[in-house]
T-cell receptor, first 115, second 112 residues
Framework: EAQVTQNPRYLITVTGKKLTVTCSQNMNHEYMSWYRQDPGLGLRQIYYSMNVEVTDKGDVPEGYKVSRKEKRNFPLILESPSPNQTSLYFC??????????????FGPGTRLTVL | DQQVKQNSPSLSVQEGRISILNCDYTNSMFDYFLWYKKYPAEGPTFLISISSIKDKNEDGRFTVFLNKSAKHLSLHIVPSQPGDSAVYFCAAFDGGYQKVTFGTGTKLQVIP
Protein backbone atom coordinates (compact mmCIF):
# COMPACT_ATOMS: atom_id res chain seq x y z
CA GLU A 1 0.00 0.00 0.00
CA ALA A 2 1.33 3.41 -1.01
CA GLN A 3 1.74 5.49 2.10
CA VAL A 4 3.63 8.03 4.15
CA THR A 5 4.35 6.97 7.71
CA GLN A 6 5.32 9.13 10.64
CA ASN A 7 6.53 8.19 14.09
CA PRO A 8 5.67 8.82 16.79
CA ARG A 9 2.04 9.81 16.38
CA TYR A 10 1.94 11.49 19.77
CA LEU A 11 4.81 12.90 21.82
CA ILE A 12 4.98 14.89 25.02
CA THR A 13 8.41 16.20 25.91
CA VAL A 14 10.13 18.92 27.91
CA THR A 15 11.91 22.06 26.82
CA GLY A 16 15.42 21.45 25.53
CA LYS A 17 15.25 17.70 25.11
CA LYS A 18 16.30 16.83 21.57
CA LEU A 19 13.82 14.81 19.55
CA THR A 20 13.39 13.36 16.07
CA VAL A 21 10.17 12.70 14.21
CA THR A 22 10.66 10.15 11.48
CA CYS A 23 8.98 10.17 8.08
CA SER A 24 9.13 7.48 5.45
CA GLN A 25 7.43 7.01 2.07
CA ASN A 26 7.29 3.91 -0.11
CA MET A 27 6.32 5.57 -3.42
CA ASN A 28 9.83 6.49 -4.64
CA HIS A 29 8.86 10.16 -4.49
CA GLU A 30 11.50 12.80 -5.05
CA TYR A 31 9.83 15.67 -3.21
CA MET A 32 9.27 15.55 0.54
CA SER A 33 8.15 18.23 2.92
CA TRP A 34 7.34 18.99 6.55
CA TYR A 35 4.44 21.16 7.68
CA ARG A 36 3.05 22.30 10.96
CA GLN A 37 -0.63 22.99 11.50
CA ASP A 38 -1.71 25.56 14.06
CA PRO A 39 -5.19 26.99 14.76
CA GLY A 40 -5.96 29.92 12.51
CA LEU A 41 -2.67 29.58 10.63
CA GLY A 42 -3.36 26.59 8.43
CA LEU A 43 -0.48 24.49 7.17
CA ARG A 44 2.91 26.14 7.11
CA GLN A 45 5.89 24.61 5.39
CA ILE A 46 8.94 24.05 7.60
CA TYR A 47 11.45 22.42 5.26
CA TYR A 48 11.33 20.65 1.94
CA SER A 49 13.60 18.40 -0.08
CA MET A 50 13.68 17.96 -3.83
CA ASN A 51 15.90 14.90 -3.71
CA VAL A 52 18.58 13.11 -1.71
CA GLU A 53 20.97 15.57 -0.06
CA VAL A 54 18.92 18.54 -1.37
CA THR A 55 16.97 20.40 1.29
CA ASP A 56 15.73 23.95 1.62
CA LYS A 57 13.92 26.15 4.09
CA GLY A 58 10.20 26.66 3.97
CA ASP A 59 8.33 29.49 5.62
CA VAL A 60 8.95 28.60 9.28
CA PRO A 61 12.32 26.78 9.54
CA GLU A 62 13.58 28.32 12.80
CA GLY A 63 14.26 25.71 15.47
CA TYR A 64 14.13 22.75 13.09
CA LYS A 65 16.61 20.66 11.13
CA VAL A 66 16.12 18.03 8.47
CA SER A 67 18.21 15.58 6.53
CA ARG A 68 17.65 13.53 3.38
CA LYS A 69 20.26 10.79 3.22
CA GLU A 70 17.94 8.30 1.57
CA LYS A 71 15.14 8.93 -0.89
CA ARG A 72 12.47 7.34 1.28
CA ASN A 73 13.28 9.02 4.62
CA PHE A 74 13.02 12.63 5.72
CA PRO A 75 13.37 13.03 9.49
CA LEU A 76 12.52 16.25 11.31
CA ILE A 77 14.88 17.15 14.14
CA LEU A 78 14.20 19.55 17.00
CA GLU A 79 17.58 20.12 18.66
CA SER A 80 16.19 22.12 21.58
CA PRO A 81 12.40 22.10 21.56
CA SER A 82 10.50 25.03 23.02
CA PRO A 83 6.81 25.38 23.95
CA ASN A 84 6.10 27.42 20.79
CA GLN A 85 6.87 24.29 18.80
CA THR A 86 3.85 22.57 20.29
CA SER A 87 1.87 21.76 17.17
CA LEU A 88 0.52 19.13 14.80
CA TYR A 89 3.17 18.09 12.30
CA PHE A 90 2.67 16.52 8.88
CA CYS A 91 5.13 14.97 6.52
CA UNK A 92 4.24 14.83 2.84
CA UNK A 93 5.71 13.54 -0.39
CA UNK A 94 5.06 13.89 -4.11
CA UNK A 95 6.49 12.45 -7.29
CA UNK A 96 7.70 15.83 -8.44
CA UNK A 97 7.58 19.31 -6.96
CA UNK A 98 5.56 20.84 -9.75
CA UNK A 99 3.06 20.42 -12.51
CA UNK A 100 0.67 17.53 -12.73
CA UNK A 101 2.67 15.53 -10.24
CA UNK A 102 2.48 18.09 -7.49
CA UNK A 103 -0.21 16.18 -5.64
CA UNK A 104 1.21 15.54 -2.19
CA UNK A 105 0.53 12.48 -0.08
CA PHE A 106 0.42 13.26 3.62
CA GLY A 107 1.28 11.19 6.64
CA PRO A 108 -1.21 10.80 9.51
CA GLY A 109 0.37 13.56 11.61
CA THR A 110 2.41 13.80 14.81
CA ARG A 111 0.92 15.65 17.76
CA LEU A 112 3.83 17.22 19.67
CA THR A 113 3.51 18.91 23.06
CA VAL A 114 6.53 20.67 24.55
CA LEU A 115 6.19 21.50 28.25
CA ASP B 1 2.44 37.91 5.12
CA GLN B 2 -0.23 35.41 4.16
CA GLN B 3 0.10 34.83 0.42
CA VAL B 4 -2.84 32.43 0.27
CA LYS B 5 -5.98 33.35 2.15
CA GLN B 6 -9.20 31.57 2.89
CA ASN B 7 -11.33 34.27 4.45
CA SER B 8 -14.17 32.03 5.59
CA PRO B 9 -13.10 29.89 8.55
CA SER B 10 -16.33 27.91 8.37
CA LEU B 11 -19.29 27.19 6.11
CA SER B 12 -22.56 25.34 6.65
CA VAL B 13 -24.59 23.95 3.75
CA GLN B 14 -27.68 21.77 3.46
CA GLU B 15 -27.24 18.33 1.97
CA GLY B 16 -27.90 18.38 -1.76
CA ARG B 17 -27.08 22.07 -2.17
CA ILE B 18 -23.94 23.63 -3.62
CA SER B 19 -20.91 24.34 -1.43
CA ILE B 20 -18.60 27.12 -2.60
CA LEU B 21 -15.24 27.51 -0.92
CA ASN B 22 -13.10 30.50 -1.79
CA CYS B 23 -9.40 31.20 -1.84
CA ASP B 24 -7.46 34.38 -2.67
CA TYR B 25 -3.76 34.72 -3.37
CA THR B 26 -1.33 37.58 -3.80
CA ASN B 27 1.69 36.03 -5.53
CA SER B 28 1.33 36.22 -9.31
CA MET B 29 4.16 33.67 -9.67
CA PHE B 30 1.98 30.82 -8.45
CA ASP B 31 1.48 28.49 -11.40
CA TYR B 32 -0.42 25.55 -9.95
CA PHE B 33 -3.24 25.39 -7.45
CA LEU B 34 -4.59 22.48 -5.44
CA TRP B 35 -7.37 21.70 -2.99
CA TYR B 36 -6.96 19.26 -0.13
CA LYS B 37 -9.55 17.83 2.23
CA LYS B 38 -8.77 16.98 5.83
CA TYR B 39 -10.76 14.88 8.26
CA PRO B 40 -10.03 15.02 12.01
CA ALA B 41 -7.08 12.87 13.14
CA GLU B 42 -5.97 12.27 9.54
CA GLY B 43 -3.54 13.88 7.15
CA PRO B 44 -4.87 16.03 4.29
CA THR B 45 -5.77 14.22 1.09
CA PHE B 46 -5.58 15.63 -2.40
CA LEU B 47 -8.90 16.55 -3.97
CA ILE B 48 -8.46 18.46 -7.22
CA SER B 49 -5.98 20.78 -8.91
CA ILE B 50 -5.74 23.33 -11.69
CA SER B 51 -2.93 24.76 -13.73
CA SER B 52 -2.62 28.51 -14.06
CA ILE B 53 -3.14 28.21 -17.81
CA LYS B 54 -6.67 26.92 -17.26
CA ASP B 55 -9.74 28.51 -15.75
CA LYS B 56 -11.75 25.43 -14.85
CA ASN B 57 -11.18 21.82 -13.91
CA GLU B 58 -13.91 19.32 -13.09
CA ASP B 59 -13.83 15.95 -11.38
CA GLY B 60 -17.20 14.43 -10.59
CA ARG B 61 -18.97 16.57 -8.01
CA PHE B 62 -15.95 18.84 -7.60
CA THR B 63 -15.08 21.79 -9.83
CA VAL B 64 -12.31 24.30 -9.31
CA PHE B 65 -12.47 27.71 -10.96
CA LEU B 66 -9.50 30.01 -11.37
CA ASN B 67 -9.72 33.74 -12.04
CA LYS B 68 -6.14 34.87 -12.56
CA SER B 69 -6.94 38.54 -13.02
CA ALA B 70 -8.66 38.58 -9.64
CA LYS B 71 -6.14 36.16 -8.09
CA HIS B 72 -9.04 34.09 -6.88
CA LEU B 73 -9.97 30.44 -7.00
CA SER B 74 -13.01 28.61 -5.78
CA LEU B 75 -14.06 25.03 -5.18
CA HIS B 76 -17.64 24.04 -5.99
CA ILE B 77 -19.13 20.85 -4.58
CA VAL B 78 -22.43 19.82 -6.16
CA PRO B 79 -24.41 18.19 -4.68
CA SER B 80 -22.98 18.44 -1.18
CA GLN B 81 -23.07 15.29 0.93
CA PRO B 82 -22.62 14.79 4.70
CA GLY B 83 -19.38 12.91 4.00
CA ASP B 84 -17.97 16.13 2.52
CA SER B 85 -17.89 17.65 6.02
CA ALA B 86 -14.19 18.36 6.58
CA VAL B 87 -11.61 21.13 6.55
CA TYR B 88 -10.62 22.22 3.05
CA PHE B 89 -7.25 23.76 2.31
CA CYS B 90 -6.29 25.50 -0.88
CA ALA B 91 -2.62 25.44 -1.83
CA ALA B 92 -0.53 27.27 -4.39
CA PHE B 93 2.71 26.18 -5.99
CA ASP B 94 5.51 28.52 -7.03
CA GLY B 95 7.47 26.74 -9.76
CA GLY B 96 10.34 29.19 -9.49
CA TYR B 97 11.05 28.53 -5.83
CA GLN B 98 9.59 24.99 -5.87
CA LYS B 99 7.53 25.85 -2.80
CA VAL B 100 3.96 25.15 -1.79
CA THR B 101 1.93 27.64 0.26
CA PHE B 102 -1.28 26.59 1.98
CA GLY B 103 -4.25 28.67 3.03
CA THR B 104 -5.65 28.69 6.55
CA GLY B 105 -8.49 26.30 5.78
CA THR B 106 -12.30 26.39 5.70
CA LYS B 107 -14.32 24.00 7.82
CA LEU B 108 -17.30 22.76 5.81
CA GLN B 109 -20.30 21.27 7.54
CA VAL B 110 -22.94 19.60 5.37
CA ILE B 111 -26.19 19.29 7.28
CA PRO B 112 -28.34 16.24 6.48
Amino acid sequence: EAQVTQNPRYLITVTGKKLTVTCSQNMNHEYMSWYRQDPGLGLRQIYYSMNVEVTDKGDVPEGYKVSRKEKRNFPLILESPSPNQTSLYFCASSLSPGGNYNEQFFGPGTRLTVL
Amino acid sequence: DQQVKQNSPSLSVQEGRISILNCDYTNSMFDYFLWYKKYPAEGPTFLISISSIKDKNEDGRFTVFLNKSAKHLSLHIVPSQPGDSAVYFCAAFDGGYQKVTFGTGTKLQVIP
